[in-house]
């Protein structure tokens, strides 16, 4: 049976596309089909950080329209094996269709073992596409604004029974105990109440690779932060260390 799993923040800049798009990559890794579909509408960023951005020819805009089928807006990513990805459109004004969404994902269960969807912006729409899924990664940095607005989104979720909620806590740095705008990472699971799946360091390979589409170095710190939580998603016991240069 294959898994949906919603990635979402409580604000921006927290790196969820980011998650999105290296999560996938490492469960792809670990030989499971895997889908990435985008929903920040008029954003779009996944084909580049996937190195695929001169090979999309449809977006999910046009299969929404009615103009092409689901595996017609499919994107296989070359770098990767088993990894695939369905754009967002570049229209900002076009709504979200959560039925549609969600057609699309149950249509696709077939054809992959896990398919992560991106998501936008809070919206009632949105919502409705989490609340499908089977498991929800909520992505925070350790910063005070970013942790408030993860716990309220967190809190709402709960309110709506999305309580399969797990807590990645992203662009750690090595001096993040020394700066009072931030976080101790016990005192962001706390505040946020959610089981931590994994932290991922600060690395700027990932800002590198990501804007060149390349798969990170297997022996960077950011790499081995996102293959553990894959292994985590898949059921592992994967001993939780914080790698931070």
């Known amino acids: 049976m294959s898994q949906i799993i919603a990635v979402t923040a409580g604000k921006g800049g927290t790196g969820k596309s980011t998650t999105s798009a290296n999560v996938a990559r490492g469960l792809a890794a670990l030989g499971k089909r895997t889908l990435l579909v985008?929903?920040?509408?008029?954003?779009?960023?996944?084909?580049?950080?996937?190195?695929?951005?001169?090979?999309?020819?449809?977006?999910?805009?046009?299969?929404?329209?009615?103009?092409?089928?689901?595996?017609?807006?499919?994107?296989?990513?070359?770098?990767?094996?088993?990894?695939?990805?369905?754009?967002?459109?570049?229209?900002?004004?076009?709504?979200?269709?959560?039925?549609?969404?969600?057609?699309?994902?149950?249509?696709?269960?077939?054809?992959?073992?896990?398919?992560?969807?991106?998501?936008?912006?809070?919206?009632?729409?949105?919502?409705?596409?989490?609340?499908?899924?089977?498991?929800?990664?909520?992505?925070?940095?350790?910063?005070?604004?970013?942790?408030?607005?993860?716990?309220?989104?967190?809190?709402?979720?709960?309110?709506?029974?999305?309580?399969?909620?797990?807590?990645?806590?992203?662009k750690v740095s090595q001096n993040f105990k020394d700066e009072e705008i931030l976080y101790d990472l016990d005192e962001v699971m706390d505040s946020v109440g959610i089981q931590l799946l994994g932290v991922v360091p600060e690395d700027n390979n990932i800002k590198v690779c990501g804007a060149k589409g390349m798969p990170l170095p297997p022996t960077c710190p950011g790499a081995k932060a996102y293959a553990a939580i894959a292994r985590r998603i898949l059921g592992e016991e994967v001993p939780l260390t914080i790698n931070i240069n």
Do not use: W
Request: proline share 2%; with cysteine; aromatic share 6%.
């Open 38 to 170: 985008e929903l920040d509408f008029g954003l779009r960023c996944l084909d580049i950080m996937l190195g695929i951005k001169d090979k999309v020819k449809h977006d999910i805009g046009e299969y929404l329209e009615g103009k092409i089928d689901i595996l017609t807006a499919t994107t296989k990513v070359e770098t990767v094996e088993n990894l695939y990805l369905v754009c967002a459109t570049r229209n900002p004004f076009m709504d979200i269709n959560p039925e549609k969404i969600m057609g699309v994902c149950e249509e696709m269960r077939q054809h992959f073992d896990y398919i992560i969807i991106d998501t936008a912006g809070v919206g009632s729409s949105v919502f409705s596409v989490i609340k499908a899924a089977e498991l929800i990664l909520m992505v925070t940095t350790p910063d005070t604004v970013c942790v408030r607005d993860g716990a309220i989104l967190s809190d709402f979720l709960y309110v709506k029974n999305c309580t399969n909620q797990r807590l990645i806590i992203n």
